[in-house]
């Protein structure tokens, strides 16, 4: 067993637990570039940070981990650390969370930003 964290294979089941996460909580969520268009008094916008191979054999691995930045926008500053506790009690078992930040006013969008960084093990090339 390489971690407690869950595999994801591929972009596909990222985008899917990204869908399903967003409709659990009821907060839309955007791939990184497509939120500025958001007009919600809340959104989530997630990218990938990095995707470094496992150890390999032979320079061969199918095994990565991923990290994901999740930043939390909200209109109302306490919204985003309850947001993101939200975020992260649906992760949990599917990812380790890294890194907090914020919240911190955001000039360009008027709302408090909050981000999150969070650590996947993903199998497949």
Same mark, same amino acid.
């Given at each position: *067993? ?5 595999? !994801?294979?591929?972009? +596909?089941?990222?985008? +899917? ?8 909580? *009821?907060?839309?969520? =955007? ?7 958001? *007009?919600?008094?809340? =959104?989530? &916008? ?5 995707? &470094? ?27 985003? !650390?309850?947001?993101?506790?939200? @975020?992260?009690?649906? @992760?949990?078992? *599917?990812?380790? &969370? @890294? @890194? ?11 709302? =408090? ?6 650590? !996947? !093990?993903? +199998?497949?090339?």
């Amino acid at each position: *067993k390489l971690a407690p964290a869950g595999f !994801f294979h591929a972009s +596909k089941k990222m985008n +899917k637990l990204m869908y399903d996460t967003s409709k659990k909580m *009821k907060i839309p969520f =955007y791939s990184a570039g497509i939120a500025q268009k958001a *007009k919600e008094d809340r =959104y989530i &916008v997630w990218q990938i940070i990095s995707d &470094v191979p496992g150890p390999t054999i032979g320079y061969k691995s199918n095994v990565s981990k991923m990290r994901v930045q999740f930043d939390i926008y909200s209109r109302d500053e306490e919204a985003t !650390f309850a947001i993101g506790k939200d @975020l992260e009690e649906k @992760l949990l078992g *599917k990812g380790l &969370v @890294l @890194l907090r930040n914020g919240p911190f006013f955001d000039i360009e969008t008027k709302m =408090y930003r909050r981000s999150i960084d969070i650590s !996947f !093990f993903r +199998k497949g090339n």
